[in-house]
């Protein structure tokens, strides 16, 4: 019997929602013989330094463990900008276009933060490699890190404030537009205060923009609340900005920042006055915590003779890829949703910046950061700090 064309249209349409429908598991190349990786980073804008130093660590990482499951893992490699809509752009396409199976990134918590409904509603878990604000992660079951994150950092800047620089009255400099920076300043910020047991021990707060240059007003009133120091995380070029001004303005109060500070272009754009500025972060080369750390220094400096440093978040991308094949590995499969489960079940996996066990939220469960300062031009060691 021949049916109405109405009911023919209708079938169509249900079968048509029906593939629009179907979770990430369809973008799978499980199938193939390739497996896409997507690794999406600012390349370009006001973060590109820092989206080139974690590119730097997941492409020696996928040098060194080429393939898994017996298959070649490719790499695909997308600019999201240093921008939060571009950021949402650029997953999506990573997923429909490219049909990756994992995604890598990104350098800055808000442009991750952007990509977060993308990965959740195709269900492709992604991995964090120096994303540190806790709504990365926060309500996502698909999204993963691996670095340490800002209530801790803030508490370890904090410490160092109070303890090594006997502070007892700090200025805060945040970039507003900037979720990392105004997170861990405020997670600074509470921590100090109850280290101090002062609630006014936070005596200026200066706000900024990313992309701003001229700070002197800031400064200024920074200048007549007269601190002990200044806490100032944000971008590394502003950072950097910041500082030169401030002493061309004669404020000769140290500063203390976080791990986006650990760029080249902090120090070549802050020159001479960024010595002796103090930066937590994730790892050093110079002191490897697990035998991990040493092969990657030493696989780096092999593909890198003539670099003098390791960035962390470099060390953090060789981490985020091999995690990641470790779960494609155990979970046998390159089914994302499998992936994501065998992510969320990683339990002391030895990475170059130390063993992550992945908690109930996602999140690397980690109690050790680097401290570094600028000295003659270079970031280097000070301490490692383990809190609890």
């Not at 400096?301 to 091999?322: F, Q, S, W």
């Amino acid at each position: 019997m021949k049916k109405p064309l109405s009911v023919l249209l209708s079938l169509a349409l249900v079968v048509t929602m029906a593939a629009g429908c179907s979770s990430g598991t369809t973008t799978s190349s499980g199938d193939s013989d390739v497996i896409k990786i997507g690794v999406f980073e600012p390349l370009t804008g006001a973060n590109a330094a820092g989206g080139e130093l974690e590119v730097e660590g997941v492409e020696l990482a996928n040098k060194l463990r080429p393939e898994v499951l017996g298959k070649k893992v490719e790499l695909v490699i997308a600019d999201n900008k240093s921008d939060k809509a571009e950021a949402t752009t650029a997953a999506a396409r990573l997923i429909e276009k490219d049909k990756v199976v994992a995604i890598l990134g990104s350098w800055g918590s808000s442009l991750s933060i952007a990509a977060g409904d993308v990965v959740k509603t195709n269900q492709i878990p992604a991995v964090a490699l120096s994303a540190t604000n806790p709504q990365v992660t926060a309500g996502n079951d698909y999204y993963f890190r691996v670095c340490f994150l800002d209530p801790f950092q803030g508490t370890v800047m904090a410490n160092y404030a109070s303890k090594k620089l006997n502070a007892k009255k700090v200025a805060i400099i945040q970039e507003v537009s900037n979720d990392y920076s105004v997170g861990l300043a405020k997670f600074f910020t509470d921590s100090f205060v109850k280290l101090t047991g002062d609630p006014n021990a936070i005596v200026a707060t200066g706000n900024y923009n990313t992309g701003d240059q001229d700070f002197n007003g800031i400064l200024t009133n920074i200048k007549a609340a007269n601190p002990d120091a200044i806490f100032a995380p944000g971008n590394f070029t502003e950072s950097a900005l910041i500082i030169k001004q401030a002493r061309a303005l004669g404020i000769t109060a140290p500063f203390i920042g976080g791990d986006t500070w650990e760029t080249n272009e902090f120090i070549t754009v802050g020159g001479a006055d960024v010595e002796g500025a103090v930066m937590s972060t994730f790892f050093d080369d110079t002191n490897p915590l697990t035998e991990a750390g040493k092969t990657f220094v030493a696989e780096y400096k092999k593909a890198y003779p003539d670099r003098e440093n390791i960035a962390a978040v470099t060390a953090l991308g060789y981490d985020g890829y091999m995690m990641t094949l470790d779960a494609i590995e155990r979970a046998g499969s390159a089914d994302p949703v499998a992936i994501r489960d065998a992510l969320a079940a990683t339990k002391d996996f030895e990475g170059a910046t130390g063993m992550i066990t992945i908690d109930a939220n996602g999140d690397a469960t980690k109690n050790e950061a680097i401290i570094k300062t600028v000295k003659d031009g270079k970031f280097t060691y000070m301490d490692s700090v383990t809190i609890d």
